[in-house]
């Protein structure tokens, strides 16, 4: 079974609202990735969180991590209608770079 | 510079045939992993390969097999397919084998009818 588990699995929101999408995980970590997804496509890579980190700011993200409750969530602040889009959490986990993927969050802003 | 680049974009093939997908990484970047994402699923990792060795192997039948050469270009074989192996192919560089962020190609769309 996928390691992540993101919630909601769809939001939708109206542009310059806030998205807040949150990520659960079972077994302990090395970091804590999170993509973006257009349409099939492949991955953007958005923001890394590291297992000592709290907190990430990278423009309008911000990433959160709580190792002790093993769950991370992605806030985007002032949304617009390019960041609709299937965004997915992934955990380093093993002693390779193997990512382990929820089934993700499809979040859609409306103009 | 150049991301991920994947070949080819779509690829139709008919159950039981064989197929080869490729991948060059970020220039720079020594590993290589490949991801299957099916249809409304997340990807699921299928090899990492770092300086030319294998150095993971996710949970996929021996019909699935890789490479990766001196130039750290990689290849994904795919022998006897299934109706089950149709889903978007992914590749991902990154610089280090562990621990480092992932740069995924926009891969390789695979259709078995």
């Known amino acids: 079974s996928q390691q992540g588990e993101e919630d909601p699995q769809a939001l939708s929101i109206q542009e310059g609202e806030n998205a807040t999408m949150n990520c659960s995980y079972k077994t302990s970590i090395n970091n804590l990735q999170w993509y973006r997804q257009n349409s099939g496509r492949g991955l953007v890579h958005l923001i890394l969180?590291?297992?000592?980190?709290r907190e990430k700011h990278s423009g309008r993200l911000r990433v959160t991590l709580d190792t002790s409750k093993k769950s991370s969530s992605l806030l985007i602040t002032a949304s617009r209608a390019a960041d609709t889009a299937s965004y997915f959490c992934?955990?380093?986990?093993?002693?390779?770079?193997?990512?382990?993927f929820g089934e993700g969050t499809q979040l859609t802003v409306n103009p | 510079d150049a991301g991920v680049t994947q070949s080819p974009t779509h690829l139709i093939k008919t159950r039981g045939q064989q197929v080869t997908l490729r991948c060059s990484p970020i220039?720079?970047?020594?590993?290589v992993s490949w991801y299957q994402q099916v249809l409304g699923q997340g990807p699921q990792f299928i090899f990492q390969?770092?300086?030319?060795?294998?150095?993971g192997r996710g949970n996929f039948p021996d019909r699935f097999s890789a490479r990766q050469f001196p130039n750290y270009s990689s290849e994904l074989n795919v022998n006897a397919l299934l109706l089950g192996d149709s889903a978007l192919y992914l590749c991902a560089s990154s610089w280090l084998r562990v621990g480092n962020e992932q740069y995924f190609g926009p891969g390789t769309r695979l259709t078995v009818t």
């Open positions: 992934a955990t380093d986990w093993a002693s390779g770079s193997r990512l382990t």
């Open positions: 969180i590291r297992s000592n980190e």
């Open positions: 220039s720079g970047h020594k590993s």
């Open positions: 390969y770092y300086e030319k060795e294998e150095r």
